[in-house]
C-alpha cells in the first residue's frame, strides 16, 4: 500500500533564510512523487514532480525538491523564504496507477 | 480562464437534504476526480472517472453518487447529507490516464460544504 508522511505539522522560517519541508514515501514499484501548495481558502496548486531522471527536480516559484530513493524521501526546498510563501504544502505519491495519495500538509510560517 | 472550475464555491445545508456540486474542466484532460478534504486539511480521493467511466471508487457511502455526462464534467450529488460530510469538496483532471500515476492532477477551488 501507497502511503506519504510529513513529520512537521509546521515549519517556521525568517524570510530570506533557506526552508525544507520534509517528505518521506512508501510504495511497491517506482514511485511518482508530487508537491501541491495549498494558500487559504483557494485550490491545491501543482509546484513540482519526480518521474524519472535527475533526482534534483525544478518547480514553480523557485521551489525545487530532491528524490532520494535510499532515504525514500523527497523533500521541498527553496535557498530564499519568501513571506508570500506561507501557506499548507503537501506532499503526494502515486505509481502504476493514478491514485494520488497524499500527507497530511505541513503548514510553512515565513515570517518577515 | 479558469482551468478547473466548480460550483458552488460555497454550500450551506441542513441534514437530510440533497444537494450536488458541479466540476468543469477546459483543458481537454480525460480523467476527472473527486477529493474529500476535512477539517484536518487531510486530503482522500473519493472517485475518478475516465471518458465518462468510473475507474476508482474509494470506500465512500453509496449516499454518494458521481455523474459524468462527458468527459469534461463531473458532478457530485449527495444525498441525505449529514454533519460528517462537512467538507471541502475538491474537483480535479489529469491528461491521460494511460501514462499511470504520471500525469500531474489540476486541481479546482473547491466546494465548502457546511451541513447543519
Known amino acids: 500500500a501507497q502511503s506519504v508522511a510529513q513529520p512537521e505539522d509546521q515549519v517556521n522560517v525568517a524570510e530570506g533564510n533557506p526552508l525544507t519541508v520534509k517528505c518521506t514515501y512508501s510504495v511497491s514499484g517506482n514511485p511518482y512523487l508530487f508537491w501541491y501548495v495549498q494558500y487559504p481558502n483557494r485550490g491545491l496548486q501543482f509546484l513540482l514532480k519526480?518521474?524519472?531522471?535527475?533526482?534534483l527536480v525544478k518547480g514553480s516559484y523557485g521551489f525545487e525538491a530532491e528524490f532520494n530513493k535510499s532515504q525514500t524521501s523527497f523533500h521541498l526546498k527553496k535557498p530564499s523564504a519568501l513571506v508570500s510563501d506561507s501557506a499548507l504544502y503537501f506532499c503526494a505519491v502515486s505509481s502504476v496507477t493514478d491514485k494520488l495519495i497524499f500527507g497530511t500538509g505541513t503548514r510553512l510560517q515565513v515570517f518577515p | 480562464d479558469t482551468a478547473v472550475s466548480q460550483t458552488p464555491k460555497y454550500l450551506v445545508t441542513q441534514m437530510g437534504n440533497d444537494k450536488s456540486i458541479k466540476c468543469e474542466q477546459n483543458?481537454?484532460?480525460?480523467?476527472m476526480y473527486w477529493y474529500k478534504q476535512d477539517s484536518k486539511k487531510f486530503l482522500k480521493i473519493m472517485f475518478s472517472y475516465n471518458n465518462k467511466e468510473l475507474i476508482i471508487n474509494e470506500t465512500v457511502p453509496n449516499r454518494f453518487s458521481p455523474k459524468s455526462p462527458d468527459k469534461a464534467h463531473l458532478n457530485l450529488h449527495i444525498n441525505s447529507l449529514e454533519l460528517g460530510d462537512s467538507a471541502v469538496y475538491f474537483c480535479?483532471?489529469?491528461?491521460?490516464?494511460?501514462?499511470?500515476?504520471?500525469?500531474?492532477?489540476?486541481f479546482g477551488p473547491g466546494t465548502r460544504l457546511l451541513v447543519l
Open positions: 483543458l481537454g484532460h480525460d480523467t
Open positions: 519526480y518521474i524519472t531522471g535527475d533526482n
Open positions: 480535479a483532471s489529469s491528461q491521460d490516464r494511460q501514462r499511470g500515476g504520471q500525469e500531474t492532477q489540476y
